[in-house]
């Protein structure tokens, strides 16, 4: 039986983050504690923040192409994967501004520089990214799904809608785990199946925790400074990253 929230904990955090490697559970969960903690008479609500590989990756499949990187190319998809979750992310930060909601976010900036690292991306690479992304706030709680490989490639399987290699998948674990950030996150066992994980999370949620001290978000310094990015990416069009 899973513990309940501490509202007084959970009300603290006005940005809850979950990360981790494919099949690792991050939506599943995200879902289920915004459900939560909608539950529990608290405004929280689930954000996606994908980059969009999956839905380039269904797209190459269409092309017969093996996945997105061989459609567009290694580069040129790691620079469309951190321009699309940085307008996801900043939408999102909008909307919890607006909104004064607990954004419970499905992936977060540490997945970005997760990504160039285990797909071989250069030091210079992941500076770029890091500067782009300095804009965002860190989230009061981030959550690290830690999931065998074998395990996340057995539900990446199950589901049907993509395929990653054993090999990426513990590439990605150790990019991870090798990020400054790691020591700063909440780590979930995420093995269990569905119900198991979201009590381990309730659970931590339940515990007293120090929250990150807050660097505000100014909705004006985002909306300036989104502005170039926006720009080069209008032909893809502002919905198209909540699709993904």
């Given at each position: 039986m899973s513990?309940?929230?501490?509202?007084?904990?959970?009300?603290?955090?006005?940005?809850?983050?979950?990360?981790?490697?494919d099949g690792s559970g991050k939506t599943t969960q995200a879902r289920l504690?915004?459900?939560?903690?909608?539950?529990?008479?608290?405004?929280?609500?689930?954000?996606?923040?994908?980059?969009?590989?999956?839905?380039?990756?269904?797209?190459?499949?269409?092309?017969?192409?093996?996945?997105?990187e061989e459609l567009l190319g290694r580069r040129s998809m790691l620079l469309l994967e951190s321009l699309l979750r940085w307008l996801a992310i900043a939408r999102t930060l909008l909307r919890r501004a607006a909104r004064r909601e607990i954004a419970v976010m499905d992936r977060y900036a540490?997945?970005?520089?997760?990504?160039?690292r285990a797909h071989g991306a250069g030091p210079a690479a992941e500076r770029r990214a890091r500067l782009a992304y300095r804009l965002f706030p860190r989230p009061d709680v981030t959550f690290f799904m830690a999931v065998d490989p074998e395990v996340a490639q057995e539900r990446?399987?199950?589901?049907?809608?993509?395929?990653?290699?054993?090999?990426?998948?513990?590439?990605?674990?150790?990019?991870?785990?090798?990020?400054?950030?790691f020591a700063e996150f909440v780590v979930i066992?995420?093995?269990?199946?569905?119900?198991?994980?979201h009590a381990a999370i309730e659970a931590a949620l339940a515990r007293p925790m120090a929250l990150p001290g807050r660097r505000r978000l100014r909705m004006r310094t985002l909306l300036l400074a989104g502005v170039p990015v926006v720009a080069g990416a209008a032909v893809l069009g502002w919905q198209l990253a909540e699709s993904f």
């Amino acid at each position: 039986m899973s513990s309940p929230v501490n509202p007084a904990n959970a009300a603290g955090a006005r940005t809850i983050a979950l990360v981790g490697i494919d099949g690792s559970g991050k939506t599943t969960q995200a879902r289920l504690l915004a459900a939560g903690l909608s539950a529990a008479g608290l405004p929280a609500a689930y954000r996606q923040n994908a980059g969009g590989r999956a839905w380039f990756g269904r797209l190459a499949a269409g092309f017969g192409r093996r996945d997105a990187e061989e459609l567009l190319g290694r580069r040129s998809m790691l620079l469309l994967e951190s321009l699309l979750r940085w307008l996801a992310i900043a939408r999102t930060l909008l909307r919890r501004a607006a909104r004064r909601e607990i954004a419970v976010m499905d992936r977060y900036a540490a997945c970005q520089y997760a990504s160039l690292r285990a797909h071989g991306a250069g030091p210079a690479a992941e500076r770029r990214a890091r500067l782009a992304y300095r804009l965002f706030p860190r989230p009061d709680v981030t959550f690290f799904m830690a999931v065998d490989p074998e395990v996340a490639q057995e539900r990446i399987v199950r589901r049907g809608t993509d395929h990653e290699s054993l090999d990426y998948l513990a590439a990605a674990d150790r990019a991870y785990r090798s990020m400054p950030e790691f020591a700063e996150f909440v780590v979930i066992d995420a093995n269990g199946s569905p119900d198991e994980v979201h009590a381990a999370i309730e659970a931590a949620l339940a515990r007293p925790m120090a929250l990150p001290g807050r660097r505000r978000l100014r909705m004006r310094t985002l909306l300036l400074a989104g502005v170039p990015v926006v720009a080069g990416a209008a032909v893809l069009g502002w919905q198209l990253a909540e699709s993904f």
